[in-house]
Protein backbone atom coordinates (compact mmCIF):
# COMPACT_ATOMS: atom_id res chain seq x y z
CA UNK A 1 0.00 0.00 0.00
CA UNK A 2 2.68 2.48 0.79
CA UNK A 3 4.44 1.40 -2.66
CA UNK A 4 1.41 2.18 -4.48
CA UNK A 5 0.73 5.53 -2.72
CA UNK A 6 4.80 6.48 -3.44
CA UNK A 7 3.83 5.35 -7.26
CA UNK A 8 0.73 7.57 -7.36
CA UNK A 9 2.52 10.61 -5.48
CA UNK A 10 3.36 13.99 -8.00
CA UNK A 11 7.01 14.07 -7.78
CA UNK A 12 8.77 16.79 -6.02
CA UNK A 13 9.44 19.95 -7.86
CA UNK A 14 12.70 20.37 -9.07
CA UNK A 15 14.88 23.22 -8.52
CA UNK A 16 14.25 24.69 -12.43
CA UNK A 17 10.76 24.19 -12.04
CA UNK A 18 10.71 25.68 -8.37
CA UNK A 19 12.95 28.59 -10.28
CA UNK A 20 10.37 29.37 -12.82
CA UNK A 21 7.65 30.02 -10.39
CA UNK A 22 9.55 32.03 -8.17
CA UNK A 23 10.37 34.30 -11.85
CA UNK A 24 7.00 34.14 -12.63
CA UNK A 25 5.74 35.74 -9.14
CA UNK A 26 8.27 37.97 -9.58
CA UNK A 27 7.62 38.84 -12.99
CA UNK A 28 3.71 39.72 -11.84
CA UNK A 29 4.69 41.54 -8.70
CA UNK A 30 6.86 43.92 -11.40
CA UNK A 31 4.10 44.14 -13.42
CA UNK A 32 1.80 45.33 -10.40
CA UNK A 33 4.20 47.79 -9.14
CA UNK A 34 4.78 49.30 -12.94
CA UNK A 35 0.95 49.88 -13.19
CA UNK A 36 0.78 51.79 -9.78
CA UNK A 37 3.40 53.47 -10.84
CA UNK A 38 2.48 54.71 -14.40
CA UNK A 39 -1.28 55.25 -12.07
CA UNK A 40 0.41 57.88 -9.80
CA UNK A 41 2.45 59.42 -12.47
CA UNK A 42 -0.98 59.99 -14.67
CA UNK A 43 -2.79 61.57 -11.65
CA UNK A 44 0.42 63.78 -10.56
CA UNK A 45 -0.02 65.34 -14.69
CA UNK A 46 -3.60 65.17 -14.37
CA UNK A 47 -3.86 67.11 -11.01
CA UNK A 48 -1.00 69.73 -12.41
CA UNK A 49 -3.03 70.28 -15.31
CA UNK A 50 -6.06 71.17 -14.00
CA UNK A 51 -4.64 73.31 -11.52
CA UNK A 52 -3.15 75.14 -14.11
CA UNK A 53 -5.89 75.34 -15.92
CA UNK A 54 -7.68 76.86 -12.91
CA UNK A 55 -4.84 79.58 -12.14
CA UNK A 56 -4.86 80.49 -16.11
CA UNK A 57 -9.01 81.03 -16.64
CA UNK A 58 -8.15 83.39 -12.69
CA UNK A 59 -5.66 85.32 -14.20
CA UNK A 60 -7.13 85.55 -17.36
CA UNK A 61 -10.69 87.27 -15.32
CA UNK A 62 -12.72 84.50 -17.23
CA UNK A 63 -13.10 83.06 -13.43
CA UNK A 64 -13.76 84.83 -10.31
CA UNK A 65 -11.56 84.05 -7.67
CA UNK A 66 -14.21 85.50 -5.27
CA UNK A 67 -16.00 82.56 -5.94
CA UNK A 68 -14.02 79.67 -6.81
CA UNK A 69 -10.86 81.02 -5.87
CA UNK A 70 -7.67 80.07 -7.24
CA UNK A 71 -4.22 77.13 -6.50
CA UNK A 72 -2.18 80.15 -5.93
CA UNK A 73 -4.61 81.99 -2.82
CA UNK A 74 -5.44 78.37 -1.49
CA UNK A 75 -1.60 77.79 -1.34
CA UNK A 76 -0.97 81.38 0.21
CA UNK A 77 -3.79 80.34 2.83
CA UNK A 78 -2.53 76.92 3.57
CA UNK A 79 1.25 78.56 3.99
CA UNK A 80 -0.37 80.96 6.39
CA UNK A 81 -2.40 78.75 8.31
CA UNK A 82 1.09 76.26 8.46
CA UNK A 83 2.44 79.33 9.73
CA UNK A 84 0.50 80.62 12.34
CA UNK A 85 -0.33 77.00 14.07
CA UNK A 86 -4.44 77.65 13.56
CA UNK A 87 -4.70 74.84 10.70
CA UNK A 88 -2.15 72.41 12.46
CA UNK A 89 -4.40 72.87 15.40
CA UNK A 90 -7.58 72.45 13.39
CA UNK A 91 -6.50 68.96 11.67
CA UNK A 92 -5.16 67.43 15.39
CA UNK A 93 -8.03 68.73 16.88
CA UNK A 94 -10.59 66.64 14.12
CA UNK A 95 -8.40 63.69 13.62
CA UNK A 96 -8.45 62.88 17.35
CA UNK A 97 -12.48 63.23 17.41
CA UNK A 98 -12.56 61.16 14.29
CA UNK A 99 -10.14 58.85 15.63
CA UNK A 100 -11.29 57.97 18.97
CA UNK A 101 -14.94 58.14 17.57
CA UNK A 102 -13.75 55.82 14.79
CA UNK A 103 -12.43 52.72 17.77
CA UNK A 104 -15.46 53.54 19.79
CA UNK A 105 -17.98 52.63 17.00
CA UNK A 106 -16.60 49.96 15.36
CA UNK A 107 -15.86 48.19 18.72
CA UNK A 108 -19.24 48.47 19.54
CA UNK A 109 -20.42 48.03 16.73
CA UNK A 110 -18.24 44.45 15.64
CA UNK A 111 -19.05 43.14 18.90
CA UNK A 112 -22.86 43.33 19.05
CA UNK A 113 -23.04 42.59 15.53
CA UNK A 114 -20.72 39.21 15.84
CA UNK A 115 -22.87 38.96 19.45
CA UNK A 116 -25.95 38.27 17.67
CA UNK A 117 -24.87 35.28 15.98
CA UNK A 118 -25.97 33.98 19.80
CA UNK A 119 -29.26 34.74 19.97
CA UNK A 120 -31.61 34.54 17.03
CA UNK A 121 -34.21 35.94 19.06
CA UNK A 122 -32.53 38.80 19.85
CA UNK A 123 -31.88 39.51 16.18
CA UNK A 124 -35.51 39.71 15.39
CA UNK A 125 -36.10 42.13 18.28
CA UNK A 126 -32.91 44.49 17.71
CA UNK A 127 -33.41 44.09 13.85
CA UNK A 128 -36.05 46.85 13.70
CA UNK A 129 -34.08 49.80 16.03
CA UNK A 130 -30.82 48.94 13.82
CA UNK A 131 -32.59 49.67 10.31
CA UNK A 132 -34.19 52.80 12.01
CA UNK A 133 -31.00 53.76 13.17
CA UNK A 134 -29.39 53.48 9.93
CA UNK A 135 -31.75 54.95 8.12
CA UNK A 136 -31.89 58.64 10.65
CA UNK A 137 -29.13 60.66 8.90
CA UNK A 138 -26.42 61.39 11.44
CA UNK A 139 -27.16 65.28 10.78
CA UNK A 140 -30.80 64.95 12.84
CA UNK A 141 -29.17 63.03 15.53
CA UNK A 142 -26.58 65.87 16.55
CA UNK A 143 -28.63 68.15 18.51
CA UNK A 144 -30.11 66.26 20.71
CA UNK A 145 -26.22 64.43 20.66
CA UNK A 146 -25.11 67.70 21.70
CA UNK A 147 -27.91 67.84 24.33
CA UNK A 148 -26.97 64.87 26.05
CA UNK A 149 -22.73 64.85 25.49
CA UNK A 150 -22.52 68.96 25.65
CA UNK A 151 -20.75 71.01 23.41
CA UNK A 152 -17.12 69.83 24.05
CA UNK A 153 -14.96 67.22 22.30
CA UNK A 154 -17.21 64.46 23.93
CA UNK A 155 -20.26 65.34 21.32
CA UNK A 156 -17.90 65.26 17.98
CA UNK A 157 -16.51 61.93 19.13
CA UNK A 158 -19.99 60.68 19.97
CA UNK A 159 -21.46 61.76 16.48
CA UNK A 160 -18.45 60.39 14.85
CA UNK A 161 -19.23 57.01 16.90
CA UNK A 162 -22.32 57.25 15.65
CA UNK A 163 -21.57 57.32 11.83
CA UNK A 164 -19.87 54.15 12.34
CA UNK A 165 -22.04 51.76 14.60
CA UNK A 166 -24.51 50.70 12.73
CA UNK A 167 -22.10 50.35 8.98
CA UNK A 168 -19.67 48.51 12.12
CA UNK A 169 -22.69 46.13 13.12
CA UNK A 170 -24.54 45.45 10.13
CA UNK A 171 -21.10 44.18 8.47
CA UNK A 172 -20.07 42.22 11.47
CA UNK A 173 -23.49 40.56 11.23
CA UNK A 174 -23.51 39.75 7.98
CA UNK A 175 -19.90 37.95 8.43
CA UNK A 176 -20.93 36.11 11.83
CA UNK A 177 -24.22 34.56 9.82
CA UNK A 178 -21.93 33.56 7.00
CA UNK A 179 -20.21 31.06 8.78
CA UNK A 180 -20.42 27.94 6.98
CA UNK A 181 -23.03 25.70 8.83
CA UNK A 182 -21.71 22.21 7.94
CA UNK A 183 -18.29 22.85 9.77
CA UNK A 184 -20.88 24.14 12.75
CA UNK A 185 -22.85 20.93 12.37
CA UNK A 186 -19.78 18.90 12.57
CA UNK A 187 -18.05 20.62 15.71
CA UNK A 188 -21.65 20.60 17.43
CA UNK A 189 -21.13 16.56 16.81
CA UNK A 190 -18.16 16.55 18.47
CA UNK A 191 -19.63 17.96 21.59
CA UNK A 192 -17.78 21.51 20.89
CA UNK A 193 -19.52 24.02 23.14
CA UNK A 194 -21.18 27.43 21.66
CA UNK A 195 -18.33 29.57 23.23
CA UNK A 196 -16.08 27.21 21.45
CA UNK A 197 -17.87 27.38 17.98
CA UNK A 198 -18.00 31.29 18.46
CA UNK A 199 -14.11 31.40 18.63
CA UNK A 200 -12.20 28.77 16.14
CA UNK A 201 -15.13 29.36 13.42
CA UNK A 202 -17.67 32.38 13.91
CA UNK A 203 -15.31 35.26 15.17
CA UNK A 204 -12.34 34.28 12.62
CA UNK A 205 -15.24 34.00 9.32
CA UNK A 206 -16.02 37.13 10.05
CA UNK A 207 -13.20 39.08 10.23
CA UNK A 208 -13.10 39.55 6.60
CA UNK A 209 -16.64 41.14 6.83
CA UNK A 210 -15.30 43.37 10.03
CA UNK A 211 -12.24 44.67 8.23
CA UNK A 212 -14.52 45.97 5.45
CA UNK A 213 -16.49 47.79 7.59
CA UNK A 214 -12.74 49.24 8.87
CA UNK A 215 -12.37 50.91 5.51
CA UNK A 216 -16.05 51.78 4.95
CA UNK A 217 -16.17 53.64 8.29
CA UNK A 218 -12.97 55.32 8.25
CA UNK A 219 -14.23 58.03 5.99
CA UNK A 220 -17.89 58.20 7.74
CA UNK A 221 -15.99 58.50 11.37
CA UNK A 222 -14.40 62.17 10.11
CA UNK A 223 -17.66 63.34 8.48
CA UNK A 224 -19.52 62.59 11.31
CA UNK A 225 -16.73 64.43 13.80
CA UNK A 226 -17.05 67.20 10.92
CA UNK A 227 -20.81 67.40 11.11
CA UNK A 228 -20.06 67.58 14.79
CA UNK A 229 -17.82 70.49 14.84
CA UNK A 230 -20.29 72.08 12.60
CA UNK A 231 -23.27 72.53 14.90
CA UNK A 232 -21.53 73.18 17.73
CA UNK A 233 -17.45 73.85 18.40
CA UNK A 234 -14.87 76.55 18.78
CA UNK A 235 -12.10 74.60 16.84
CA UNK A 236 -11.93 72.01 14.19
CA UNK A 237 -11.56 71.58 10.63
CA UNK A 238 -15.52 71.70 10.73
CA UNK A 239 -15.19 74.88 12.17
CA UNK A 240 -12.77 76.24 10.41
CA UNK A 241 -14.48 75.32 7.23
CA UNK A 242 -17.93 77.12 8.77
CA UNK A 243 -16.64 80.54 9.67
CA UNK A 244 -14.84 80.78 6.33
CA UNK A 245 -17.65 80.08 5.03
CA UNK A 246 -20.07 82.55 6.36
CA UNK A 247 -17.43 85.26 5.24
CA UNK A 248 -17.14 83.87 1.61
CA UNK A 249 -13.43 83.02 2.25
CA UNK A 250 -13.55 80.40 -0.59
CA UNK A 251 -9.99 79.58 -0.51
CA UNK A 252 -9.62 78.98 3.40
CA UNK A 253 -12.57 76.65 2.87
CA UNK A 254 -10.67 74.66 -0.21
CA UNK A 255 -7.67 74.80 1.87
CA UNK A 256 -9.59 72.97 5.08
CA UNK A 257 -11.20 70.53 2.49
CA UNK A 258 -7.78 69.64 1.22
CA UNK A 259 -6.72 69.18 4.78
CA UNK A 260 -9.63 66.85 5.58
CA UNK A 261 -8.82 64.82 2.32
CA UNK A 262 -5.64 64.30 3.82
CA UNK A 263 -6.89 63.11 7.14
CA UNK A 264 -8.93 60.66 5.35
CA UNK A 265 -5.95 59.13 3.34
CA UNK A 266 -4.24 59.05 6.24
CA UNK A 267 -6.44 57.42 8.23
CA UNK A 268 -7.56 54.89 5.28
CA UNK A 269 -3.63 54.09 5.31
CA UNK A 270 -3.44 53.43 8.89
CA UNK A 271 -6.22 51.34 8.84
CA UNK A 272 -4.67 49.14 5.94
CA UNK A 273 -1.97 48.32 8.08
CA UNK A 274 -4.49 47.36 11.04
CA UNK A 275 -6.65 44.58 8.07
CA UNK A 276 -3.01 43.19 7.32
CA UNK A 277 -2.71 42.11 10.74
CA UNK A 278 -5.82 41.19 11.43
CA UNK A 279 -5.80 39.18 8.44
CA UNK A 280 -2.69 37.33 9.50
CA UNK A 281 -4.16 36.11 12.98
CA UNK A 282 -7.40 35.39 10.87
CA UNK A 283 -4.90 32.75 8.71
CA UNK A 284 -2.98 31.68 11.85
CA UNK A 285 -6.69 31.07 13.66
CA UNK A 286 -8.23 29.01 10.63
CA UNK A 287 -4.49 26.86 10.01
CA UNK A 288 -4.49 26.02 13.77
CA UNK A 289 -1.05 27.83 14.21
Known amino acids: MTTDQELSRPPAPGPQALGRRRARKQDAAGRRHRSIAVAIVLDVVLLVIGLAAWQFAVDAGSVSSLLYGSPELIWQTVVRGIGSGGMISDAITTALEALVGFVIGNVIGATVGVGLWYSRLVEQMLRPVIAFLGATPIAAL ?4 IVWAGTGVSSKVTMSAASVVVTALVLAFDGARGTDPL ?11 TWRIFRLLVLPSSVTS ?4 LRLTAGLALIGAIIGEFISSDSGLGHAILIAGSLYDVPTVLANLIV ?29 G
Open 183 to 193: QIRMLRSMGAP
Open 210 to 213: ICGG
Open 260 to 288: VGLLSLALLGAVGRLERLILRWRFLALSG
Open 142 to 145: APII
